[in-house]
């Protein structure tokens, strides 16, 4: 008989039959707070009827039209419904399945415009899992063991991770600066430089947000070089962070957007933005794929943004995301093994570590364990796996978010004190 592959860990024992909304049901008919929302991709809660009946709609009339051979109506206008709600002059798009393969196709597009081989990628960050996007990986060691040599071209500068270092946002920042000019000094030189690759917050590098002054920063440099800056809103888009992208709380322009999960509510669907200029400058034939930009998930993805808008789902993120840091925040205040509590909206992490300050790994996926034992699903992220962090979809409830914070009080208490 055969089996999944074992080296598909779970992070929690369920199996899951149904999910609706904030909640997940296992096959005894459990009911799971679902505060990972599938790594931030079902923002609009499991199975949203609207999502649902987009989908079954399309399913009956077009499940794939192939883009390259011929083009169908939902992945028309779902170009146009990005429009409204991208940077502006971000007017052009391409469309993968995976945020991996978006990663991927920014690195063809920006070696290609500008000739360049080299990209800076930042301390934490991930990309993906593919070869490429693995290499441009650095939120734990573990996205590229084993299967060296990745790609070369890649190289990291700091990201002011303030909390890690021991210092000040504004220390952080001006360090993380200067050694981004150091590496320009000493690696790679900014004329050999096609792109930086950065989030607005480190996500699976253990929440940590960027800030003003870093991302204006590089966007001076990638100015005045002819660097191309790239904001991977993977994890961050689509209103997760409060407001409709994570680089919005930065004030930055970026010259692409990648966008991937939160985008068509669970069904795979990722893309690219860019202007029609930068992405004229694509090599033809280098950008494609059988499945990208699949009918029946534009059409959940167009239900999706119509979702995020009648039921306001940004402003919601924004005031449940307060409430949410607010509650974690207090927990962390009493609690020593919680060295700091950070986020962004609906992205909130607590960074446990040991009596000295170091990474406590241990005592994070005890309380992931312990919380998952209480019906609240979490997960764990950092280079040292030791921030456990809550992304519950953007329909999360005043209620289920006091009801989160309850049992992880209870869990964070009685794991600490027992340890
Ligand atoms: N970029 C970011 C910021 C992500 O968070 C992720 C996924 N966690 C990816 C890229 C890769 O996406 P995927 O797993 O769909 O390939």
Request: proline fraction near 5%.
């Amino acid at each position: 008989m055969a089996q999944l592959s074992p080296i598909l860990k779970q992070a929690t024992p369920v199996v899951v039959e149904h999910g609706e909304g904030a909640y997940l049901y296992d096959t005894s008919g459990r009911r799971h707070l679902d505060f990972t929302a599938g790594i931030g991709v079902t923002s609009t809660g499991h199975c949203h009827p609207r999502v649902v009946a987009a989908a079954q709609e399309q399913v009956g009339k077009l499940i794939h039209g192939q883009y390259t051979t011929v083009m169908h109506r939902p992945l028309l206008e779902l170009s146009e419904r990005l429009g409204e709600v991208l940077p502006s002059g971000l007017d052009s798009l391409f469309f993968s399945n995976s945020g991996s393969e978006a990663v991927e196709a920014a690195l063809r597009l920006t070696r290609q415009a500008t000739g360049r081989p080299n990209i800076v990628v930042f301390q934490g960050g991930f990309h993906g899992r593919t070869v490429a996007a693995a290499s441009m990986t650095t939120s734990g060691t573990r996205f590229g063991a084993g299967f060296s040599p990745l790609m070369s071209g890649v190289h990291v500068a700091p990201f002011p991770y303030a909390y890690h270092y021991g210092w000040d946002e504004k220390t952080a920042t001006d360090f993380a600066l200067r050694e981004l000019d150091y590496l320009f000094a000493t690696q790679t030189s900014p004329q050999e430089t096609a792109a930086f690759f950065i989030e607005p917050m480190l996500g699976e590098g253990g929440y940590v947000p960027a800030n003003s002054e870093f991302m204006a920063g590089l966007r001076r440099r990638a100015d005045e070089h002819g660097i191309l800056l790239v904001m991977d809103e993977i994890q961050t888009g689509f209103g997760r962070t409060g407001r409709f992208w994570g680089h919005d709380h930065f004030d930055v322009r970026p010259d692409v957007v990648l966008i991937a999960k939160g985008l068509a509510s669970g069904f795979p669907l990722s893309g690219i933005a860019a202007s029609k200029d930068l992405m004229g400058k694509a090599w033809p034939g280098s950008q494609g794929g059988t499945y990208g930009g699949n009918a029946v998930s534009c059409a959940a993805a167009l239900a999706t943004l119509d979702v995020i808008r009648d039921e306001n789902l940004v402003e919601n993120a924004a005031a449940r995301g307060r409430q949410l840091l607010d509650g974690a925040r207090a927990v962390g205040e009493k609690t020593p093994a919680i060295g700091d509590v950070r986020g962004l909206g609906l992205l909130v992490g607590s960074e446990f570590v040991t009596a000295d300050g170091a990474p406590d790994n241990a005592t994070a996926q005890a309380v992931q364990k312990a919380a998952a034992a209480k019906g609240l699903l979490l997960l764990t992220c950092g280079a040292f796996m030791n921030v456990v962090r809550m992304i519950p979809p953007l329909v999360v409830t005043s209620e289920q978010v006091d009801e989160a914070l309850e049992i992880w009080t209870d869990v964070v208490a009685s794991v600490t004190n027992g340890s």
